[in-house]
């Protein structure tokens, strides 16, 4: 059987990672709300002994697993190490002495607890010396109840509020002044005003380059012209032909040699993350992460389906958080950019097999694991083959988060 996974970000205030949460579920076919939580547990525990390194999917973060009481009781989060999981207690379970014992017990062994979907009960106070955070269901919790879990919660400075499906940026300052420590959602990959904002000249200069390297055929002379206008772009050319990952048997010495090293798909992926790591730099480092995940996700989607052009897909992926970090509707941001009309169509208007596309990897962001599934179908792709592709796509995304930080 294999393994079934996605992770979606928890931000701190300052919209910085600080963990994720792993969803998990036994398989496409067996994706159903009502999947039992023991052995989704289980299986995440075993999956992540023995199906893929916890490092894989949270690099040096921690990461959010729920546990029921029985999984507790049976010591399951004492398989993991305690600096890279926070225990997340489901709201299913029932405050009583067996679960204050085993927090009691977790908390002495050094674990970070944390309470999911808090329904606030005065029972809970038992367990507050024990707990480190709460999650709240930003959407489906009153302001006044969420001001009486803070009084509630006065005398333990230690724990921190978390809130939980914080979709939009207004909803993510509302949740800040409300005094909340971590955000969970999507929010940071959305808009966050409607605005026009002009491209820098480095920036167009990288336009051009996207567009150049999207034509069917290569205009070599043409784009060593474009990359020996800007020495700092040709320094990031020569240094990413020279890692260790492009075989050369002697010294690159001119821009078309280190042009011709790369070769089209990679030179068109070296192009798109550049482009978009420039223009996010006063974004969350998260939403860059995720615009490579999807790019990746979505290049290994296209080599799975064998219809579409995979460079295509990389870059579809890649462009697709762009509203978000340009802070204008996705609509405008393409007018302004010479890509594919097949890339355009699947953005704008959610046409075509690269919006398809799209659609599942956005399933897979969200563990909609039912709908993956119909999605999946629909492509006519080997189920089995689709979670190496998003483990890939995430192993990826941290290999050249770190590059990009070095």
């Known amino acids: ?177 409300l005094g909340f420590s971590y955000f969970q959602g999507y929010f940071f990959s959305k808009p966050e005003m409607m605005q026009s904002k002009a491209l820098s000249p480095a920036q167009m200069t990288l336009a051009e380059l996207l567009y150049e390297t999207s034509k069917s055929d290569l205009d070599l002379g043409k784009i060593t012209q474009v990359f020996q206008r800007d020495v700092h772009l040709s320094y990031k050319l020569l240094r990413y032909s020279n890692s260790t990952i492009f075989k050369r048997r002697s010294e690159i010495e001119t821009i078309k040699q280190a042009l011709v090293v790369l070769g089209q798909a990679e030179l068109k992926k070296f192009l798109s993350l550049l482009f978009t790591s420039q223009i996010s730099s006063d974004k969350p480092a998260e939403l860059m992460r995720l615009s490579m995940t999807r790019a990746r996700f979505a290049e290994g989607i296209a080599e799975l389906h064998g219809k579409v052009d995979t460079a295509k897909a990389f870059l579809t992926g890649m462009m697709s958080l762009m509203d978000a970090i340009l802070d204008e509707p996705i609509d405008s941001v393409m007018s302004k950019l010479p890509l594919a009309r097949e890339i355009k169509d699947a953005l704008v208007m959610r046409q075509g097999v690269l919006s398809e596309y799209i659609t599942l990897i956005q399933f897979y962001e969200q563990g909609l694991w039912q709908e993956a599934n119909q999605a999946i179908n629909m492509l006519q792709l080997p189920p089995d083959k689709v979670p190496d592709a998003y483990h890939t796509a995430v192993q990826w995304a941290n290999e050249q988060m770190k590059a990009l930080g070095d």
């Open 1 to 177: 059987m294999y393994f079934y996974a996605a992770r979606q970000p928890i931000l701190n205030r300052n919209k910085e990672l600080y963990a994720y949460e792993l969803l998990f579920r036994d398989g496409l076919e067996n994706a159903f709300p009502d999947i039992d939580g023991d052995e989704a547990t289980s299986r995440m525990v075993e999956g992540s002994q023995f199906s893929f390194g916890l490092d894989d999917f949270l690099g040096d973060k921690p990461g959010f697993i729920n546990f029921t009481l029985d999984t507790l009781q049976k010591k399951y989060p004492s398989m993991l190490p305690k600096e890279q999981v926070v225990v997340e207690i489901l709201e299913t379970i029932q405050p009583g002495k067996r679960l204050l014992a085993e927090c009691q017990d977790l908390k002495e062994k050094g674990y970070v607890l944390a309470l999911d979907d808090y329904i606030h009960q005065p029972v809970w106070r038992h367990f507050y010396p024990f707990i480190d955070i709460i999650k709240i269901d930003f959407r489906s919790t009153s302001t006044d109840t969420i001001t009486d879990i803070k009084q509630a919660i006065a005398d333990f400075p230690h724990i921190k509020l978390l809130a939980e499906k914080v979709e939009t940026n207004e909803e993510f300052q509302v949740a800040l002044d």
